[in-house]
């Protein structure tokens, strides 16, 4: 059975701290790794990552993907109140249809 | 806002009536996904149309649930007989043929 678990599921940290939230997967037929963030709402897409140690980066989020060892992470600088927030990870995985396998969420809280 | 969109937006129904959820993908996309959200959990995929073929289903999906997309644009999901443990957010996501897969804001049923 596909499986995505993200660590930690809660992370606290104070306004500026770096934080790498983690992905780890098993499934068949990989085709794509996602970040997606959710606030109280809809999740909204970050980065897809495809291919073994390209970084993503976006301001001051940047993700890396290592299909080797089979995980990902999503690396948060200088953070604001504003990251705060629930982290999806999720794979694109199996055949014919591009669903995703999504792990529990990494709930990210920042303190001023 | 041409993102996708969903109604209602919440729901509050009786155990054992029925309900129907509405999802407007993006314009032209071809590929439209329902996942269900509980509580601390990541989205759960369900089913899954390229334009107006249901192409897969979750074991997640009983024969209570059935979903259409009758021209391949907007579709519907329903619950038939709902039961205090279909509670959850039922996302709707869409893309254009296999790009990054967009979310709706949900829809939150709560069966009393």
């Known amino acids: 059975e596909d499986k995505v678990v993200q660590s930690p599921l809660s992370l606290v940290v104070h306004e500026g701290d770096t934080v790498t939230l983690n992905c780890s997967y098993e499934?068949?037929?990989?085709?794509?790794l996602l970040w997606y963030k959710q606030e109280k709402k809809a999740p909204t897409f970050l980065f897809m990552l495809t291919s073994s140690g390209i970084e993503k980066k976006s301001g001051r989020l940047s993700s890396i993907l290592d299909k080797k060892e089979l995980f990902s992470i999503l690396n948060i600088t200088a953070t604001q109140t504003g990251d705060s927030a629930i982290y999806l990870c999720a794979v694109e995985a199996g055949q014919g249809a591009q669903k995703l396998v999504f792990g529990q969420g990494t709930r990210l809280t920042i303190n001023p | 806002d041409t993102g996708v969109s969903q109604d209602p937006r919440h729901k509050i129904t009786k155990r054992g009536q029925n309900v129907t959820f509405r999802c407007d993908p993006i314009s032209e996309h071809n590929r439209l996904y329902w996942y269900r959200q509980t509580l601390g959990q990541g989205p759960e995929f369900l089913t899954y149309?390229?334009?107006?073929?249901?192409?897969?289903k979750s074991r997640l999906l009983s024969d209570r649930f059935s979903a259409e997309r009758p021209k391949g644009s907007f579709s519907t999901l329903e619950i038939q007989r709902t039961e205090q443990g279909d509670s959850a957010m039922y996302l709707c996501?869409?893309?254009?043929?296999?790009?990054?897969?967009?979310f709706g804001p949900g829809t939150r049923l709560t069966v009393l």
């Open positions: 499934v068949t037929n990989f085709r794509s």
């Open positions: 149309f390229q334009n107006e073929a249901q192409l897969e």
């Open positions: 996501a869409s893309s254009l043929h296999e790009s990054t897969q967009y």
